[in-house]
């Protein structure tokens, strides 16, 4: 698994670089958004980290650079200040994951353990979370073994929650990816879809898998594993 880290401080990535060879990843490192785009164009990574306040290109242009061409490559943005605006912005324009400085080298290595582990499960032709099982072939959903119906919408929505499971998804974003409607839209449709989902896949059970994040959009995740 190869890694490339953006981020202009150097001690930050020098030590994330030590901290990550450890862990068994091959590392490269550099230090501005232009060096960084310009590795990625010629070089498959597995996960970008990408610091958000860089030199000439910054975080979020270059990502939205990679994006712009298709090119799906997770990336944990990390970011100096803990804004719920910088958050969206940031999922809005392809990110996977986001880390605030400071944080501990163990939580940035949890983190990207699991960005790498959901890649190779965004394929999947099954999922299941807690007692509910996606066939995404036969299109086919079941809790606790009982068969739930859903409208394709619902599908689509369902589908997009789970396969980007514990990731908050802004309702914008889950407007533009189910109805291609663009985010200045109004997004009371997906409120009302999520109420809809909610009532078939939620209502009858005692766990509840889909959560509202105030301010933020909608998360799928089994509450007991997490
Ligand atoms: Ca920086």
Sequence with gaps: MRLLIVEDERKTGEYLKQG???????VDVCHSGDEGLNLATHQPYDLLVLDIMLPGMNGYALLEALRKRGDTTPVLLLSA??????????????ADDYLVKPFSFSELLA????????????????IQVADMHIDFLKRRVTRAGQRI?????????LELLVRRKSEVLPRSLIASQVWDMNFD???NVVEVAIRRLRSKIDDPSELKLIRTVRGMGYVLEDPQSS
Excluded: I, M, P
Aim: a negative charge.
């Design 81 to 94: 200040r803990d804004l719920v605006e910088d958050r969206v912005k940031g999922l809005e324009l392809g």
């Design 185 to 187: 839209s109004d997004t």
């Design 149 to 157: 119906d859903l409208t394709a919408k619902e599908f689509a929505l």
């Design 111 to 126: 983190r990207v353990r699991t960005l790498l582990r959901r890649g190779r499960t965004l394929d999947s032709a099954e």
């Design 20 to 26: 990550l060879t450890e862990a068994g990843f091959v």
